[in-house]
């Protein structure tokens, strides 16, 4: 079923530029009852398995953000990095502020074109997994981050059934994020929240602009 991401043709297709003062207010009103019966109608709670996936930037940012949100809200966190861990994250340093909150573990070698070395590889992502596991059924955490572990599953490094079957074993009320690109079509099935970043321009590919610190690192 194809969903209708643009709200404002939801209850009238006109456009809000063209409509007179009282039709733009009865058009905004009747958005509200819409809204408040959706609002209404969503009264569950469960935890979220949350993916984001794409060729595009924003996936671990936007992640990082429900990390934030997480911390705000006094709940304990974990992140765990898959391919990542060759070097120092910026974000590592100010989630360090959250010592008492927060598990950072960065437990990858490099991007797998500098380390050179499928089976080091595949080695340190099952770590990395086995450590993501103890957070995963840990009821303490609220949320885990699990960042480019959809790599490491599109190389072969983890075994997708694996994944699934851990992914079971999180507590009800808990959530879960997987990014990276590349997720698996299973992973995306399973998902609750599923978010595409999609690639239209990027600095480094049209203007050779080299990573810079607080855009990419």
Do not use: C
């Not at 699934?164 to 808990?174: C, F, N, Q, R, T």
Request: glycine share 8%.
């Amino acid at each position: 079923m194809q969903t209708n991401l643009n709200n404002e043709t939801d209850v009238a297709g006109s456009n809000s530029s063209t409509l007179t003062e009282e039709q733009y207010q009865s058009k905004m009103q009747r958005r509200k009852e819409v809204q408040q019966e959706r609002v209404a109608k969503a009264s569950q709670e469960k935890g979220l398995i949350i993916v984001n996936t794409g060729n595009g930037k924003g996936k671990t940012t936007a992640a990082l953000g429900m990390v934030l949100r997480s911390l705000g809200h006094g709940y304990k966190v974990a992140i765990v990095q898959f391919i990542k861990g060759a070097w120092e994250p910026a974000e590592k340093a100010v989630f360090s502020l959250w010592p008492e909150q927060l598990e950072f573990h960065a437990m990858g070698e490099g991007f797998t074109w500098e380390t050179q070395d499928r089976n080091r590889d595949i080695e340190k992502a099952g770590e990395a997994w086995q450590t993501a596991l103890t957070f995963i059924r840990n009821p303490d955490y609220k949320l885990v981050l699990l960042d480019e572990v959809n790599v490491a599953l599109k190389l072969g490094y983890l075994q997708m059934e694996e994944v699934l079957a851990g992914l079971e074993e999180k507590p009800v009320d808990s959530h879960l994020i997987l990014t990276g690109r590349g997720a698996p079509l299973a992973l995306i099935e399973r998902a609750d929240l599923v978010t595409e970043m999609t690639l239209i321009k990027h600095p480094f590919r049209e203007q050779g602009i080299k990573a810079q610190p607080g855009i990419e690192f």
